[in-house]
């Protein structure tokens, strides 16, 4: 099988699965865990193949892998089936199909007895398809096919527990706010085209950087712009990125597969593989800047004071997503792809234990798992997976999250002090600071979770049984690359652009401070706060002990806020988090009132432009469609009247005409 044969495949397997999951799940029920499973493990694992053949890319001694095929002509700029796999489409794809494998094998037990399994694989498969397609795709419009197959499917995922109205509303609010990204996503797209004469991304990026081209688009900032509000609502980047931890009423795979491998990353990829469109406008690399910064220290503090476990690590991932953006920002997409590898490990791993141990505490609220003792012992594979998972986020040593955040802030300081010449100092010192502060305040976050969900002191933990096998030993398949990816930052530069992700002297100590001091200042308040667990009552247990863990899930998450007055927090005195942020915690609890702001700035204004419109349509133009309408039925009335069937009647009718025309005769003769 040659290379560009196995890579054609890697997308087509999992399409073929999900359209054969469709048609096939209710006639043949036996299949679908199969067709769900197979295809998506052989995708992974051609994926793998495809990345070893490549060795490297370009900094291995091979060039990128391209093929292409004329899809159409438009007369103006054809459109290409079109290939292209260098060492960051190859590396991505491989995460992706790893990551996918995890979530269907994993899935296979969390929703054992779901009615709606077969669609859920289904859709699944056709959301890996979709990614795929994406990341080794090299025509913009071809990728836009994927990334608008992602949105519709997660708009069905999330919505998967559609008998609750959380989960109908954040299935709607995700679609929504990621269609509004997508709207100028779409026209920078066409100006990309135009302006490049080409819609082959590998074309774009060599007219872009190569000396000998000498070429310049003509609109570099608006272009960038556009293409970046696409990016902020499918990355989940501020201002859009308030869809992301509403779609946590999800089950918990989908979660795990939008926050590691799609959707969210669709975006930081798409940035990378044209980041050179990005580079060519200072105020584009300005506005990324602080973009990321806003998103990681906003979200870094919304997550400390939620109390959703899920939510928690739905913010983890939007501040996850703003290093990122940042590391692009300051022209360094092997910094970006190298924390988006490491983080889709842990963070699906984060994911996936989460819903382990809701399953085992029978609710979602981390204010009633800290009345819990004996957790831990309970479910000793998500404790000592997701342990080591949190140490990752909170970029503590020797873990993947460290190398992988360290070369983020490495390459902001290399900016910061003037060492990047495309990149102006100030876009480099925002990155740098808001990476630091984000620093402190993820380990922080993180250290709160571990403590309130495994340290718990109260009645112990209920005993719903224990996990299926498969759930657990995903989680120890995760547990690997989680921790000890990092390590691979020295072969990395083959794969990428060449440049060193090595860890920096200076921003090793001041990150790694940062984050222990995040953990000890978490751990004191923890120790303050912790005695008033014990007198303080706080919920109850939602979930019945023998129910299957994607129903626990869903029971948690419709009884959350019944129980405790709010769908993201509680009004816990012992938190650490209520502790540490003080008159703020309200407001970042409510994610800082950006749902609030929305309502009132754009929601309400088109609510009430929707009613004007309906009143005006109702009572004005149906008015002259009544009337249009009512003349004829009026005339047809008289009509019907006068044909009442009595001959006498229609004799005096004809001879009192005939007398009246006689008359006029008459008349007008003598006239």
Same mark, same amino acid.
């Not at 043949?28 to 694992?45: I, K, M, S, W």
């Not at 997976?385 to 190398?403: E, H, K, S, Y």
């Given at each position: 099988?040659?290379?560009?044969?196995?890579?054609?495949?890697?997308? +087509?397997?999992?399409?073929?699965?999900?359209?054969?999951?469709?048609?096939?799940?209710?006639?043949?029920?036996?299949?679908?865990?199969?067709?769900?499973?197979?295809?998506?493990?052989?995708?992974?694992?051609?994926?793998?193949?495809?990345?070893?053949?490549?060795?490297?890319?370009?900094?291995?001694?091979?060039?990128?892998?391209?093929?292409?095929?004329?899809?159409?002509?438009?007369?103006?700029?054809?459109?290409?089936?079109?290939?292209?796999?260098?060492?960051?489409?190859?590396?991505?794809?491989?995460?992706?199909?790893?990551?996918?494998?995890?979530?269907?094998?994993?899935?296979?037990?969390?929703?054992?007895?779901?009615?709606?399994?077969?669609?859920?694989?289904?859709?699944?498969?056709?959301?890996?398809?979709?990614?795929?397609?994406?990341?080794?795709?090299?025509?913009?419009?071809?990728?836009?096919?994927?990334?608008?197959?992602? %949105?519709?499917?997660?708009?069905?995922?999330?919505?998967?527990?559609?008998?609750?109205?959380?989960?109908?509303?954040?299935?709607?609010?995700?679609?929504?706010?990621?269609?509004?990204?997508?709207?100028?996503?779409?026209?920078?797209?066409? $100006? +990309?085209?135009?302006?490049?004469?080409?819609?082959?991304?590998?074309?774009?990026?060599? @007219?872009?950087?190569?000396?000998?081209?000498?070429?310049?688009?003509?609109?570099?900032?608006?272009?960038?712009?556009?293409?970046?509000?696409?990016?902020? %609502?499918?990355?989940? @980047?501020?201002?859009?990125?308030?869809?992301?931890?509403?779609?946590? $009423?999800?089950?918990?795979?989908?979660?795990?597969?939008?926050?590691?491998?799609?959707?969210?990353?669709?975006?930081?990829?798409?940035?990378?593989?044209?980041?050179?469109?990005?580079?060519?406008?200072?105020? &584009?690399? $300005?506005?990324?800047?602080?973009?990321? &910064?806003?998103?990681?220290?906003?979200?870094?503090?919304?997550?400390?004071?939620?109390?959703?476990?899920?939510?928690?690590?739905?913010?983890?991932?939007?501040?996850?997503?703003?290093?990122?953006?940042?590391?692009?920002?300051?022209?360094?997409?092997?910094?970006?792809?190298?924390?988006?590898?490491?983080?889709?490990?842990?963070?699906?791993?984060?994911?996936?234990?989460?819903?382990?141990?809701?399953?085992?505490?029978?609710?979602?609220?981390?204010? /009633?798992?800290?009345?819990?003792?004996?957790?831990?012992?309970?479910?000793?594979?998500?404790?000592?997976?997701?342990?080591?998972?949190?140490?990752?986020?909170?970029?503590?040593?020797?873990?993947?999250?460290?190398?992988?955040?360290?070369?983020?802030? %490495?390459?902001?300081?290399?900016?910061?002090?003037?060492?990047? #010449? &495309?990149?102006?100092?100030?876009?480099?010192?925002?990155?740098?600071?808001?990476?630091?502060?984000?620093?402190?305040?993820?380990?922080?976050?993180?250290?709160?979770?571990?403590?309130?969900?495994?340290?718990?002191?109260?009645?112990?933990?209920?005993?719903?049984?224990? @996990?299926?096998?498969?759930?657990?030993?995903?989680?120890?398949?995760?547990?690997?690359?989680?921790?000890?990816?990092?390590?691979?930052?020295?072969?990395? #530069?083959?794969?990428?652009?060449?440049?060193?992700?090595? #860890?920096?002297?200076?921003?090793?100590?001041?990150?790694?401070?940062?984050?222990?001091?995040?953990?000890?200042?978490?751990?004191? $308040?923890?120790?303050?706060?912790?005695?008033?667990? /014990?007198?303080?009552?706080?919920? &109850?247990?939602?979930?019945?002990?023998?129910?299957?863990?994607?129903?626990?899930?869903?029971?948690?998450?419709?009884?959350?806020?019944?129980?405790?007055?709010?769908?993201?927090?509680?009004?816990?005195?012992?938190?650490?988090?209520? +502790?540490?942020?003080?008159?703020?915690?309200?407001?970042?609890?409510?994610?800082?009132?950006?749902?609030?702001?929305?309502?009132?700035?754009?929601?309400?204004?088109?609510?009430?432009?929707?009613?004007?419109?309906?009143?005006?349509?109702?009572?004005?133009?149906?008015?002259?469609?009544?009337?249009?309408?009512?003349?004829?039925?009026?005339?047809?009335?008289?009509?019907?009247?006068?044909?009442?069937?009595?001959?006498?009647?229609?004799?005096?009718?004809?001879?009192?005409?005939?007398?009246?025309?006689?008359?006029?005769?008459?008349?007008?003769?003598?006239?």
């Amino acid at each position: 099988m040659t290379t560009t044969t196995a890579a054609v495949l890697v997308p +087509l397997l999992p399409f073929l699965g999900a359209l054969a999951g469709l048609l096939l799940g209710r006639r043949a029920p036996g299949f679908v865990r199969p067709l769900a499973v197979l295809p998506t493990v052989a995708a992974a694992a051609l994926a793998v193949l495809v990345a070893v053949r490549q060795g490297g890319g370009a900094g291995g001694g091979k060039g990128a892998l391209d093929a292409a095929t004329r899809l159409t002509d438009t007369g103006s700029l054809p459109i290409d089936l079109a290939l292209h796999i260098d060492g960051f489409a190859a590396l991505v794809a491989v995460l992706v199909g790893v990551v996918a494998c995890c979530v269907q094998i994993y899935s296979t037990g969390y929703l054992r007895d779901d009615p709606r399994y077969p669609s859920y694989a289904a859709l699944v498969s056709l959301f890996t398809a979709a990614m795929l397609l994406v990341v080794y795709s090299d025509d913009l419009i071809v990728l836009l096919v994927g990334w608008e197959i992602m %949105g519709i499917c997660s708009y069905f995922l999330v919505g998967h527990y559609w008998e609750t109205s959380a989960a109908r509303s954040a299935s709607l609010k995700a679609f929504l706010v990621t269609k509004l990204g997508d709207v100028p996503f779409l026209f920078g797209i066409f $100006a +990309l085209g135009a302006d490049a004469g080409t819609f082959r991304i590998s074309r774009i990026y060599t @007219q872009l950087t190569s000396s000998a081209a000498h070429f310049q688009l003509d609109h570099p900032t608006l272009i960038a712009l556009l293409l970046l509000a696409g990016v902020a %609502g499918k990355s989940a @980047q501020f201002p859009l990125h308030t869809w992301l931890p509403d779609a946590m $009423a999800g089950p918990t795979p989908v979660s795990a597969l939008i926050h590691a491998a799609t959707m969210v990353a669709a975006g930081v990829y798409f940035i990378a593989r044209l980041l050179p469109v990005f580079a060519s406008s200072a105020a &584009a690399l $300005a506005v990324l800047a602080v973009m990321a &910064a806003v998103t990681m220290v906003g979200s870094a503090l919304a997550a400390l004071a939620q109390d959703d476990i899920k939510r928690v690590l739905a913010y983890s991932t939007v501040g996850q997503l703003g290093y990122m953006t940042g590391a692009l920002a300051v022209d360094n997409r092997g910094a970006a792809v190298f924390h988006l590898l490491a983080h889709g490990a842990f963070k699906a791993l984060l994911f996936l234990g989460a819903g382990v141990i809701i399953h085992a505490a029978g609710t979602n609220s981390l204010a /009633a798992m800290s009345r819990m003792s004996g957790l831990a012992k309970r479910i000793p594979d998500a404790y000592w997976t997701m342990t080591v998972a949190l140490l990752a986020l909170a970029a503590i040593p020797p873990f993947a999250g460290f190398f992988s955040k360290e070369a983020v802030l %490495g390459a902001a300081e290399h900016a910061a002090t003037g060492h990047a #010449p &495309a990149v102006p100092a100030a876009v480099g010192w925002t990155v740098l600071v808001a990476g630091l502060l984000t620093a402190l305040l993820t380990a922080g976050y993180a250290a709160r979770l571990w403590l309130l969900t495994f340290r718990g002191k109260g009645t112990e933990a209920p005993d719903h049984g224990r @996990q299926p096998a498969v759930m657990n030993a995903v989680l120890w398949v995760l547990f690997i690359p989680a921790a000890a990816f990092g390590l691979a930052f020295g072969a990395l #530069p083959d794969w990428f652009d060449g440049g060193s992700l090595a #860890p920096t002297l200076t921003t090793s100590v001041l990150g790694t401070g940062l984050a222990l001091v995040g953990v000890l200042v978490t751990y004191g $308040a923890w120790r303050h706060t912790t005695a008033l667990a /014990a007198r303080t009552p706080m919920g &109850a247990v939602a979930a019945h002990p023998d129910a299957e863990p994607a129903l626990s899930e869903a029971e948690a998450i419709a009884t959350h806020e019944p129980a405790y007055g709010d769908i993201a927090a509680a009004n816990d005195p012992a938190d650490p988090g209520r +502790l540490l942020l003080g008159p703020l915690h309200r407001h970042a609890a409510a994610g800082f009132h950006l749902d609030a702001l929305y309502a009132a700035v754009f929601i309400r204004p088109v609510r009430a432009a929707a009613r004007l419109v309906g009143f005006l349509d109702r009572e004005v133009v149906e008015t002259y469609v009544r009337g249009a309408g009512g003349v004829p039925r009026l005339l047809g009335a008289a009509v019907r009247r006068a044909q009442t069937g009595n001959v006498q009647t229609y004799l005096g009718a004809l001879l009192a005409g005939s007398l009246v025309l006689a008359v006029a005769v008459l008349v007008a003769a003598g006239a």
